[in-house]
T-cell receptor
Framework: AQSVTQPDIHITVSEGASLELRCNYSYGATPYLFWYVQSPGQGLQLLLKYFSGDTLVQGIKGFEAEFKRSQSSFNLRKPSVHWSDAAEYFCATLMDTGRRALTFGSGTRLQVQP | DGGITQSPKYLFRKEGQNVTLSCEQNLNHDAMYWYRQDPGQGLRLIYYSQIVNDFQKGDIAEGYSVSREKKESFPLTVTSAQKNPTAFYLC???????????FGEGSWLTVV
């Protein structure tokens, strides 16, 4: 069965600093990969997705993610964090066969210090 | 506006009562989903439906029921058999060709 691991439960960065959130997946083939962001008490907003092709994908709000097959990773990055980026971030995968529903990691809560 | 509407946003119920959460989408999506979110556990799949009049159990279906009589609607009933129903519930939908799942704003259910 596929699984997604986000090793960091909580990360604190200073405003203006760079950010990298880690995500590892376990799946025999290359899954579809997603990053979502959630503000407290709200639904999830899609930041970016990777299906195939260029392994560096650009998303909204200045985020990008890089797919590395050799490391089974899909880490999310942002060069300069803004206070409004404080939220919870979820990595998710979707298999292209069988059960077509997202499997989520447990999330990483980002805190931004002024 | 196009989107996914969940209602109510907040719901309080006494233990032993069934409660139904509404989810409506006007995106013409074929597939719809229900997820449950608890602190520190990410999102877990309750039920999903890829077509009208058909649905499948997810990872934590016990104590829940759904129906899919119309393409745009996928209500979730939390029954008295659900042992720990207090949680944040998220509905989602997707178009099969797009392979991308979009979420509603969620419903908070508190059972006392």
């Amino acid at each position: 069965a596929q699984s997604v691991t986000q090793p960091d439960i909580h990360i604190t960065v200073s405003e203006g600093a760079s950010l990298e959130l880690r995500c590892n997946y376990s799946y025999g083939a290359t899954p579809y990969l997603f990053w979502y962001v959630q503000s407290p008490g709200q639904g999830l907003q899609l930041l970016l997705k990777y299906f195939s092709g260029d392994t560096l994908v650009q998303g909204i709000k200045g985020f990008e993610a890089e797919f590395k097959r050799s490391q089974s990773s899909f880490n999310l990055r942002k060069p300069s964090v803004h206070w409004s980026d404080a939220a919870e971030y979820f990595c998710a995968t979707l298999m292209d066969t069988g059960r077509r529903a997202l499997t989520f990691g447990s999330g990483t809560r980002l805190q931004v210090q002024p | 506006d196009g989107g996914i509407t969940q209602s109510p946003k907040y719901l309080f119920r006494k233990e032993g009562q069934n409660v139904t959460l509404s989810c409506e989408q006007n995106l013409n999506h074929d597939a719809m989903y229900w997820y449950r979110q608890d602190p520190g556990q990410g999102l877990r799949l309750i039920y999903y439906s890829q077509i009208v009049n058909d649905f499948q159990k997810g990872d934590i279906a016990e104590g829940y029921s759904v129906s899919r009589e119309k393409k745009e609607s996928f209500p979730l009933t939390v029954t008295s058999a659900q042992k720990n129903p207090t949680a944040f519930y998220l509905c989602a939908s997707s178009a099969e060709i797009e392979n991308t799942i979009y979420f509603g704003e969620g419903s908070w259910l508190t059972v006392v």
